[in-house]
């Protein structure tokens, strides 16, 4: 059976599932999770394109803003990024001028990543494009606070015992 619904303000004609013939449920988990993580995407991305932020670059602007600096094992941790994909995109930033890397002069072992002045100057310009993003989503300071533990629980929940993430709050 064909049917419309409205994701987002935009009608989506729903096809027949090929495999059963019927719709798939709306509130799938991994579909409903998976439209909105592109939406919320996409909202961050049109307002970080003014900074010449990619969204990865900014969600690494986030971790060093609240931590002053880190080293690129937490980084990659906390935002779950291997080193294939972290070492690049740190590297753009550094040429950008937005963050150093140094060794770490206790542990040669770890390199330090902090922003710059540069990097820092960009903050409050991302807290407008997140305030941004939060007046999109027509929710309120409650509201996305109730809704990023719940996020976090489920996280939690799904990696199960023994592959604890670093935690957000």
Do not use: F, N
């Not at 961050?44 to 010449?52: E, F, K, N, P, V």
């Amino acid at each position: 059976m064909v049917g419309v619904r409205s994701v987002g303000g935009v009608e989506d004609i729903q096809q027949p599932h090929p495999d059963t013939g019927g719709d798939l449920p709306d509130d799938q988990l991994a579909l409903v999770l998976a439209a909105a993580s592109r939406a919320m995407t996409a909202c961050y991305r049109q307002g970080l394109s003014a900074l010449g932020l990619s969204y990865p670059q900014y969600v690494v602007m986030l971790v060093l803003w609240e931590h002053g600096h880190a080293s690129m094992k937490y980084l990659g941790q906390t935002l779950e990024l291997d080193s294939g994909t972290l070492s690049p995109l740190l590297k753009r930033l550094e040429v950008r001028g937005l963050v150093t890397r140094r060794r770490d002069p206790h542990d040669e072992r770890l390199v330090l990543v902090a922003p710059t002045d540069a990097g820092r100057a960009l903050e409050e310009q991302a807290r407008e494009v997140a305030g941004g993003v939060e007046r999109a989503a027509a929710m309120s300071g409650d509201e996305v606070t109730a809704l990023c533990a719940r996020l976090d629980r489920l996280t939690t929940q799904v990696r199960g015992p023994g592959r604890s993430g670093t935690p957000r709050h």
